[in-house]
Every structure is written in C-alpha cells, then in structure tokens.
C-alpha cells in the first residue's frame, strides 16, 4: 500500500479515482460540502489544503483524506477535514504514519478531525480521545 501527497497541479488527474470517497465524507456534512466543493477548495486554496491518497497503482485507490495546517493561538494543529474509502484496515495504519510525519515536519502539536461517531472506535487504538461533540440547532 502506497499512501501519499497529491500535488495541487495533479488534483484533477487524481480526482475521478477518489471522487466517490469524498462524496461519501461529504454527506455525513449534512449540506454543507458536496464533494465538488471539497475538490475546489482544494484547487482554490493552492496548498493551504492537502490531499493524501492511498492506492496499490493507477486502478488501485483505496482511500483519501484533505487535510490542513492551522495554527491556533496557543497550538498548531493538523485538521483532517475530509476521510473516505475502502477497506480501512488496508491504509490507515500507512496514512496516519505519513500525517503523523506531515504534521511533525510542520511543527503541529496535535491532529485533529471531526465526525461521526463511529469514529472514535476506528482511532481510539491509535491514541486518538474524543474530546467533544459537535451539536446543531437548525434555524426555524
């Protein structure tokens, strides 16, 4: 399993072998994102976002995750906004060893993400705590 950083100049090439992924990601968003919009983001902010792909060759992906260094006032961290894909197992353990270094070459002190809940079952070996829970009020 090969996990590794997509070049915003070759996002498009990459695009149609990840595209369902992230349009799964972008419907536990509830209407906020579509996986278009993740893709223009990607493309708008020109390397404030990172792409990360994890595949065995050219007709092989199995995974994807956006990413972003943020700094807060007081910590940096490593935001993964986006994850989605097929047969976990294979990649997560390569990809979060590549973000885990991505995010120490940029001086992060943490990753974070956010997301369903079944999340926390899927990190929580990997040292991940939940630390809050994300509500919303619709406006009537």
């Known amino acids: ?14 695009w149609p072998n990840i595209r369902e992924y992230m349009m799964g990601a972008a419907e536990f968003t509830f209407g906020r994102f579509t996986a278009e919009d ?11 976002q990172q792409l990360w792909v994890a595949f065995e060759d ?8 956006v990413t972003e ?10 935001i993964m906004h ?6 976990l197992p294979k990649w997560k353990t390569p990809m979060l060893e590549i973000l885990q270094q991505f995010a120490a070459d940029n001086e992060c002190d943490v990753i974070e993400s956010y997301g369903r809940p079944g999340w ?5 070996k ?4 939940q630390r809050f829970i994300f509500y919303e009020l619709p406006v009537e």
Do not use: C, S
């Open 69 to 78: 260094v943020y700094q807060y006032p007081q910590m940096r961290a490593l």
């Open 126 to 129: 990997d040292g991940y705590e």
């Open 1 to 14: 399993m090969q996990v590794t950083w997509v070049p915003t100049e070759h996002i498009e090439f990459v």
């Open 58 to 65: 050219k007709d092989n992906f199995y995974g994807a995750v």
């Open 82 to 87: 986006f994850t989605g894909g097929k047969q």
């Open 120 to 124: 926390a079952k899927v990190f929580k």
């Open 38 to 48: 993740i893709k223009n983001e990607l493309l708008r902010r020109q390397g404030e």
